[in-house]
Nanobody, 125 residues
Framework: HVDLSESGGGLVQAGGSLRLSCTAS????????MGWFRQAPGKEREFVAA????????YYADSVRGRLSISRDNAMNTVYLQMNSLKPEDTAVYYC??????????????????WGQGTQVTVSS
């Protein structure tokens, strides 16, 4: 059984920062792509960032590029999302996801096999 567990969400003022963590248990994802997605109330889930392989190729949604940064620690089986210069429109539940057995650097949700439960990020204006 594989689990992804997110942490680090919370309430922050606009312009502030948060760092989300996602730790995998049950298997390692060192050679596979891991990603972050988010879903705001009333909206569909959208891609945020992905990281693949070593030394860690990355891919970002245009709306977050330059403000959010994805990284991974394969020894800890953990992926991070550093979020800076946060805006109210970044408010959403953030989900960690992992591909199983593949390493596609993609923002397509159907490419990811395992999902976490999500962590709430709220940015106040």
């Amino acid at each position: 059984h594989v689990d992804l567990s997110e942490s680090g969400g919370g309430l922050v003022q606009a312009g502030g920062s948060l760092r989300l963590s996602c730790t995998a248990s049950g298997r390692t994802f060192g050679g596979n792509t891991m990603g972050w997605f988010r879903q705001a109330p009333g909206k569909e889930r959208e891609f945020v960032a992905a990281i693949c392989c070593a030394p860690g190729r990355t891919y970002y949604a245009d709306s977050v590029r330059g403000r959010l940064s994805i990284s991974r620690d394969n020894a800890m089986n953990t992926v991070y999302l550093q979020m800076n210069s946060l805006k109210p429109e970044d408010t959403a539940v953030y989900y960690c996801a992992a591909q199983g057995g593949t390493a596609y650097l993609t923002g397509l949700p159907r490419s990811y096999d395992t999902w976490g439960q999500g962590t709430q990020v709220t940015v106040s204006s």
